[in-house]
């Protein structure tokens, strides 16, 4: 278990939110996009827990491994690249537009839960930009 850090309530939010955005999502038959979201959140998370590992790894034994050091700094930059093409490029543009245009352009009759689900996933950006402030632009 990690140490409780000054964004864990962020990230205690943050897993409040997905679990009741992929729960609404499934419940309001929104299945599509639950799943589009939960992609895009979770291709850099593959990196992060790559870098995590090489981080760990690099001094084992009273021995430094420059090579894992190496791999660790390339899967943080990998990470970095991952997280903003995904969450702070590509879930604007694909989810947040098409949620909005769906609410606007379809109704509120057709769909009535979408103003609820898309001011969730506008919190739930608003929560990648902050983490991207912090962990990219304070490193």
Not at 54 to 75: G, I, P, V, W
Not at 88 to 93: C, E
């Amino acid at each position: 278990m990690e140490q409780w850090r000054k964004d864990s309530k962020v990230m205690v939010f943050h897993h409040l939110l997905a679990i009741t955005l992929l729960s609404f999502s499934w419940a309001a038959r929104y299945d599509q996009v639950g799943i589009l979201v939960l992609f895009l959140h979770d291709v850099s998370d593959v990196f992060l827990e790559c870098a995590k590992i090489f981080k760990y790894l690099k001094f084992r034994d009273n021995t430094h491994y420059s090579f894992c050091e190496f791999l660790s700094n390339a899967s943080f930059v990998i990470f970095t690249a991952s997280w903003f093409i995904f969450r702070l490029y590509w879930f604007p543009l694909k989810v947040l537009y098409t949620s909005f245009y769906g609410s606007v352009f379809l109704g509120p009759d057709d769909l009535p839960f979408i103003p609820v689900f898309n001011f969730m996933l506008w919190l739930l950006f608003f929560i990648n930009i902050y983490w991207f402030h912090v962990c990219f632009v304070h490193f």
